[in-house]
């Protein structure tokens, strides 16, 4: 039966490999998941020892190994060389605008985490090496003199440094430590004196950790590490393995969640491709019936056909997935390679880690999914009786619907996970994470049961989507027709294709809203784009002014100030409007005990340019002399400090008790801002009484199609004095960034089940061509022509694809609005979306692959005369 099973496999290449591509992407998709998460294991290895340059022990004692003690350390017996290989950071430039960077201390070639790429080592305690990749940012060329500050202090202090050379170090930066300067260790301790830090020599033995050492070549490892533990007692001695090792579990927990994340898309991929393949070999069966109906006549049993299927299961099984790791093994190394090219940050491997889990796993999950996934055909293949190789036989029917059992258990599931999801989202309001747990949960059990129990209720959906379609004219009625002519093919067809496009539509669903929802939060609670606050008209942080005249000459300087920072900003590119605000942030209770809440107020100069840089202008109208405006979410924060319930009426004071402020009534408005909204005149009567509690800034909006982050800096860079430039428009766009990059790569990952779902949709025509080859016969010899024909298949392939996709797109928006819901429901009112583009996405590429995957059937349908078709074999 083998010679046998070899010959149908030939004679059936073209079948088959639609089918083999099925199982090659879904085979490809897991190794390539493995060998990438070989590839990250060996980078973050590389990474984490890059730092110990060539060390063979790393000694770590949480500080209690001294400065003095590395020179004890030396002086044992085997050991070659001894360096601290901690960093600490220091400013470049001013404490308030400088840049930060990691300086390590000058090791021997064999123990320094670094490379010197031109200039020299320092040598001298004020000279230091910078990184080459950031010379031009810190501009610190060689022979130029730096000043440097301690970016943990308060304080003024600096000292200025020569620089020596310049020098890189790749495998830090993965780790977040940034690449590297280069100092003495006398250079630190010696620079942080002069920074101000209390104890530099204490300080730098306890961030200099760990201690690198080298050992002798004619001392053993073992002999060595005996001898350090021996002469330190209180520190932890291990060999440069063993550090590594320790060091990667901090990274291993990341890397199997993201393993664990990938391979969840790879088991979808798998799931889907089973799909394909039984219905691949349903087609089989089909083109079979006489062939195997001799065979049974010439004295083959049930079990012999049976077995030949399996078989031929699982050959396609093996030689797919072989392929699959093949390319996937291909994919894998190009991709290290590119990375390798383009980006210098990090260092990773050359050539991929192959490991026997990583192509033998893949191949047997490939043939497991293949065989049974061919298991219902091949029992089909032996229900076909010796006679029907007498007489004229069309394919298996498989017009039985599913029993009871399974009836029964996709309403469990379905109504078991529908009931989780109701929970999670009463759970959701006051427990974020129980609501998720319970989401997900009921989302992934309601989900496995709608897909179950697909084969009851999806044809009865393709019946009256088909009913709608026959109105379309004569092709089209007869393509709908044919569509549902085999209830449960077009339901594992659809389904297929439905599981795929629901979790896009979910995900897309969920995007939208998120984004959505981000937006409308970020504009209540900070409802400007950005705001410039000068630093030295800080004066809510400066101690009071001595006497009047010094808080008139202080209220001038800032208001001048804050006139040419409106001029600066209002020429950047970009800004549409701005305006001059003032800020306070104290508001205090006028009955009983006055109390004090921090708060933030602030009005703009005058009050009608508030409209053009502040969002939420329908409140604004509320705002007159003498009344303030807050949302309820700062009233109730305020009400939790003063200890008296804030609502619209209640009179407050604006500035601290120590001061004479303004009373002022409150207006209550719906939203979460975080700032209290008030009149010019009052903010200049509370600055009257007390010049010192108002700051002044300025406020601005931007142009639709600009960038917050590039007018964020060109406000930095043209400003005359140092500002700090917050943008909650810059925020949106982070958010923007990341759910675009998030979502990106979820719908590239389920992209691979859709395409096998696709591959699916060609066997169902194939199969539905072979069924009517005698009626696609009779209705060519009756006046159908070839392009009517071909035209009635292409309806039909695009019918069987718009099933799947308008019933997945459906489900996508109903889960993606339930998890927005349980999801963001907690800290903010969700805004649900529908991503009509996306969906409209979604639908073209699945009909337009639909109709192409209508194609080579229409050719085999073509192929045949009428009169060959309804000649009696």
């Known amino acids: 039966m083998l010679r046998l099973t070899l010959a149908q496999m030939r004679r059936s290449m073209g079948r088959l490999v639609a089918a083999g591509i099925a199982i090659a992407l879904g085979t490809g998709f897991v190794c390539a998941t493995l ?62 605008s400088g840049a930060y960077l990691n300086v390590a201390a000058v090791a021997s070639g064999d123990l320094a985490p670094y490379e010197l790429e031109s200039g020299r080592l320092p040598t001298a305690s004020d000279e230091i090496a910078v990184p080459a990749s950031r010379a031009e940012e810190l501009d610190a060329q060689v022979g130029k003199t730096i000043t440097v500050t301690s970016y943990d202090q308060s304080g003024t202090d600096s000292r200025q440094l020569t620089v020596v050379g310049l020098v890189n170090n790749h495998g830090a930066a993965f780790l977040g430590q940034g690449d590297l300067g280069v100092m003495t260790l006398t250079g630190i301790t010696d620079t942080l004196a002069a920074l101000g830090v209390a104890s530099p020599e204490s300080y ?135 990375i390798g090219r383009v980006q210098h940050s990090f260092e990773v491997p050359p050539r991929v880690q192959v490991t026997w889990p990583s192509i033998v796993v893949p191949i047997a999950i490939g043939i497991a999914v293949t065989v049974v996934a061919c298991f219902v055909p091949a029992r089909e293949a032996t229900r076909v009786a010796p006679l029907a190789a007498l007489r004229p036989m069309e394919a298996p029917s498989l017009r039985k619907r599913g029993g009871v059992v399974r009836l029964v258990l996709s309403l469990l599931f379905g109504l078991g996970g529908a009931g989780l999801l109701a929970l999670g989202l009463a759970a959701g309001k006051d427990q974020v994470d129980y609501g998720l747990l319970l989401g997900v949960a009921g989302g992934a059990i309601s989900f496995f049961g709608v897909a179950l129990g697909a084969v009851f209720w999806l044809p009865p959906a393709a019946r009256l989507m088909a009913f709608l379609l026959a109105k379309a004219g004569p092709a089209a009625r007869l393509a709908a027709a044919n569509g549902v002519r085999n209830p449960r093919r077009i339901a594992a067809t659809s389904t297929a294709l439905l599981i795929g496009v629901t979790l896009v539509t979910t995900m897309s669903v969920g995007a939208a809203s998120a984004r959505a929802t981000m937006k409308n939060t970020l504009d209540q609670a900070f409802p400007f784009d950005i705001a410039v606050t000068p630093f030295a008209v800080s004066s809510a942080e400066e101690p009071g002014a001595a006497d009047a005249t010094a808080d008139a000459t202080q209220s001038a300087a800032t208001k001048q ?76 924060s305020i009400a939790d400090s003063l200890a008296e319930p804030i609502k619209t009426g209640t009179s407050l004071r604006l500035g601290d008790a120590s001061n004479a402020g303004p009373t002022v009534t409150v207006a209550v408005v719906d939203g979460p801002s975080q700032f209290v909204v008030a009149d010019p005149t009052d903010m200049d009567r509370l600055e009257a ?80 061509v072979i069924e009517r080859r005698r009626e696609s016969a009779t209705l060519r010899a009756i006046g159908l022509s070839r392009g009517q024909l071909r035209w009635t298949l292409a309806i039909e392939g695009s019918f069987i694809a718009a099933v799947g996709t308008i019933l997945g797109a459906l489900l996508g928006l109903a889960y993606g609005w339930i998890g927005s819901t349980i999801v963001l429901g907690a800290f903010a009112e969700p805004v649900l979306i529908v991503p009509w583009r996306d969906l409209g996405l979604v639908a073209l590429v699945s009909l337009s692959a639909g109709l192409l995957a209508s194609v080579v059937p229409a050719r085999g349908a073509l192929r045949q005369s009428p009169v060959e078709a309804l000649a009696v074999d």
């Open 35 to 96: 060998l990438a998460s070989n590839a990250m294991t060996r980078a973050t290895y590389d990474a984490v020892t890059a730092n110990y340059g060539k060390a063979d022990v790393v000694i770590t004692s949480n500080g209690e190994v001294e400065l003095k003690d590395l020179d004890r350390i030396a002086k044992l017996p085997g050991v070659s060389e001894v360096a601290p290989g901690g960093t600490t950071g220091l400013v470049v430039g001013a404490l308030d």
């Open 689 to 768: 009484a007390q010049p010192s509690a108002v700051t002044r800034l300025v406020l601005a909006s931007l142009t639709p199609d600009a960038d917050a982050s590039t007018v964020q800096s060109k406000i930095q860079d043209n400003a005359s004095t140092a500002v700090q430039v917050t943008s909650p428009a810059a925020e949106r766009a982070m958010f923007d960034t990341v759910i675009n990059t998030l979502l990106a790569i979820i719908v590239g990952l389920l992209a691979i089940a859709v395409v096998i779902a696709l591959i699916g949709v060609a066997n169902t025509l194939s199969l539905s």
């Open 561 to 636: 100030t804050a006139k040419d920072l409106l001029a600066t900003v209002t020429k950047v590119e970009g800004v549409s409007h701005a305006a001059i605000a003032r800020a306070a942030t104290s508001i205090t209770s006028t009955g009983g005990e006055a109390k004090t809440a921090t708060t933030y107020i602030v009005s703009t100069d005058p009050a009608t340019d508030a409209g053009l840089v502040l969002r939420g202008t329908r409140d604004l109208d509320k705002v007159r002399p003498g009344t303030v405006v807050m949302s309820s979410a700062m009233a109730e």
């Open 204 to 338: 730098v033995a306890s961030v200099m950790e760990p201690t690198l050492v080298k050992i002798a070549d004619s001392t053993s490892l073992d002999t060595a590490t005996t001898e350090l533990a021996t002469a330190l007692p209180s520190a932890t001695v291990k060999t440069r393995d063993q550090a590594a090792s320790d060091a990667m579990a901090s990274f291993s927990d990341g890397q199997d969640v993201f393993t664990g994340f990938i391979l969840a898309f790879a088991a979808l991929a798998m799931v889907v491709a089973g799909l394909v393949i039984a219905n691949t070999f349903q087609v089989l069966v089909a083109q079979r019936t006489r062939t195997l109906a001799l065979l049974r006549c010439t004295g083959a049993s049930k079990s012999q056909l049976l077995r030949s299927v399996l078989t031929e299961g699982a050959i396609l099984g093996l030689l797919s997935s072989i392929v699959g790791v093949v390319l996937a093994t291909g994919l894998v190394q190009a991709a290290l390679m590119i």
